[in-house]
């Protein structure tokens, strides 16, 4: 059995931080891709980050480059995401997911676990 397990959201005022942690178990991802959606009220889940098996290559949504940093520690199955100067429109359930692939980018068909989510909340 595989667990996808997000942490770390809650409330925070616009302009502050949080980290987001997702851990993973079942199985060793060290050869796959890993990374974030997010889904806002009303609105199609969109892609946030990702991060290749190495941690060598990352992608961005243009809405969180320069604010949000993906990482991940390979040896603990564990992915990250640094969210600095958070807005209110980053409101949204923060998804992990794991990619079918070592590299993968913002299409949400080639991940093929997903976590339950954690909730982000700024508020203005």
């Known amino acids: 059995q595989v667990y996808v397990v997000e942490s770390g959201g809650g409330l925070v005022q616009a302009g502050g931080s949080l980290t987001l942690s997702c851990a993973t178990s079942?199985?060793?991802?060290?050869?796959?891709?890993m990374g974030w959606f997010r889904q806002a009220p009303g609105k199609e889940r969109e892609f946030v980050a990702s991060?290749?098996?190495?941690?060598?290559?990352?992608n961005y949504a243009e809405s969180v480059k320069g604010r949000f940093t993906i990482s991940r520690d390979g040896a603990k199955n564990t992915m990250f995401l640094l969210m600095n100067n958070l807005k209110p429109e980053d409101t949204a359930v923060y998804y992990c997911?794991?990619?079918?692939?070592?590299?993968?980018?913002?299409?949400?068909?080639?991940?093929?676990?997903w976590g339950q989510g954690t909730q982000v909340t700024v508020s203005s």
């Open positions: 991060v290749s098996w190495n941690g060598g290559a990352t």
């Open positions: 079942g199985r060793t991802f060290s050869s796959h891709s």
């Open positions: 997911a794991v990619g079918r692939y070592p590299y993968s980018a913002g299409v949400d068909s080639i991940y093929d676990y």
